[in-house]
């Protein structure tokens, strides 16, 4: 084993695991974060201290890990049967599957009518609370939940087509 990794293995765990609670995330994103920064060392300047930037490679990542998990919480309020698709498709080594799962949400996302791709789009992609999505489409808060229920089902059947279609 490195001698690199050796040094900053542990350190490197105990901070990702300040962050995230799953101890297979842990250890799965302490692997990938040694990796990344063994691959790219030479790209080390100097300016701090190696763990330092070893961290800020850790913030990266983890960053990453929890963008992921939003798009699988995403999946997962539509439809729990995309849990298999969003796993294989949010693993770093499966980047290909990811842009292609994009696509798929995107295109799935054009076949639905104005009103509620405009409302998956406010909640989903700009993060908007209920709330605010009501002010924004001048609707109660009731008619919003209503509506993203409505919109979330459609999309989930949408989606299940076009997939036994392919």
Not at 48 to 59: G, H, L, T
Not at 73 to 91: G, N, Q, R, Y
Not at 139 to 165: C, G, H, M, N, P
Request: one cysteine or more; proline letters at 1%; a positive charge.
């Amino acid at each position: 084993m490195d001698g690199f990794y050796k040094k900053y293995y542990l350190g490197i765990r105990k901070f990702v695991s300040q962050k995230i609670d799953d101890e297979g995330i842990v250890d799965e994103l302490t692997n990938d974060i040694m990796m990344a920064a063994m691959m790219c060392r030479s790209n080390f300047n100097g300016k701090c201290n190696e763990f330092s930037w070893i961290c800020s490679i850790a913030k990266h990542k983890i960053v990453d890990y929890y963008r992921k998990k939003k798009i699988k919480t995403i999946l997962f309020s539509v439809s729990p049967s995309f849990e298999e698709i969003a796993d294989k498709a949010l693993t770093p080594e499966r980047d290909a599957l990811k842009n292609e799962l994009k696509e798929e949400i995107i295109k799935t996302l054009k076949e639905l009518g104005k009103g509620y791709k405009e409302i998956l789009r406010l909640k989903y992609i700009e993060g908007m609370k209920i709330s605010e999505i009501a002010k924004n489409l001048k609707l109660t808060i009731k008619a919003v939940e209503s509506k993203l229920i409505r919109a979330k089902k459609k999309f989930r059947e949408v989606w299940i087509y076009d997939q036994k279609k392919n």
